[in-house]
Antibody, heavy 125, light 107 residues
């Protein structure tokens, strides 16, 4: 059974880099044809997509965050990460890692089918 | 970017009521719309994809319809366990975008 679990610091100082890791169990991120990704939800607000990557390496990012986001992948540990640089208070949110359903193969036109529980990150000095 | 306008933002209904939520896209998204249910402190759960397809294991009291720019989500007979916030999401074009959510409460 597929499980995703976010981990990382719950408090980050302004201007620093937010670093989170998603540990995947029940599937191999490097050998199965799915998109994986990150989303976030500020307190009391709606969801925002941050970025997604395909198992083969293709990736997409939200243009509003593109210059500050990287999504490194470690297939040896079956983990992928989110690094968001130069954070401000507006980056305070619950961060989710997720996987698309894979119904349409390599197409990004797909839904987020499996989610981690989410991790709250507060940006504050 | 495609903007998703969801209404109402909150809704109070009685057990057994029929409940409908609407979502409007700022441009044609064909059938590429999904609906999620989110309970407090939990991750969203996919209910409907491709505008009207029920995900595996989702009770048939949930349904969706629409195409192009106008979509609806319906609960045919509201149950106490349906209390949650519901979001629509378009995936026709990147960046993916979500509606602001509808908070559903029991009257």
């Amino acid at each position: 059974q597929l499980q995703l679990q976010e981990s990382g610091p719950g408090l980050v100082k302004p201007s620093e880099t937010l670093s989170l890791t998603c540990t995947v169990s029940g599937a191999s991120i490097g050998s199965m044809a799915y998109y994986w990704g990150w989303l976030r939800q500020p307190p009391g607000k709606g969801l925002e997509w941050i970025g997604s990557f395909y198992y083969s390496g293709r990736s997409y990012k939200n243009p509003s965050l593109d210059s500050r986001v990287s999504m490194p992948v470690d297939t040896s540990t079956n983990q992928f990460s989110l690094k968001l640089s130069s954070v401000t208070a507006t980056d305070t949110a619950v961060y989710f890692c997720a996987r698309l359903s894979g119904r349409r193969g390599s197409s990004y036109r797909d839904t987020f089918h499996f989610w981690g529980q989410g991790i709250m990150v507060i940006v504050s000095s | 970017d495609i903007q998703m306008t969801q209404s109402p933002s909150s809704l109070s209904a009685s057990v057994g009521d029929r409940v409908t939520i609407t979502c409007q896209a700022s441009q044609d998204i064909s059938k590429f719309l999904s609906w999620y249910q989110q309970k407090p402190g939990k991750a969203p759960k996919l209910l409907i994809y491709d505008a009207s397809e029920l995900d595996t294991g989702v009770p048939p009291r949930f349904s969706g319809r629409g195409f192009g720019t106008d979509f609806t989500f319906t609960i045919s007979s509201l149950q106490p366990e349906d209390i949650a916030t519901y979001f629509c999401q378009q995936y026709e074009n990147l960046p993916y975008s979500f509606g602001q959510g509808t908070r559903l409460e029991i009257k």
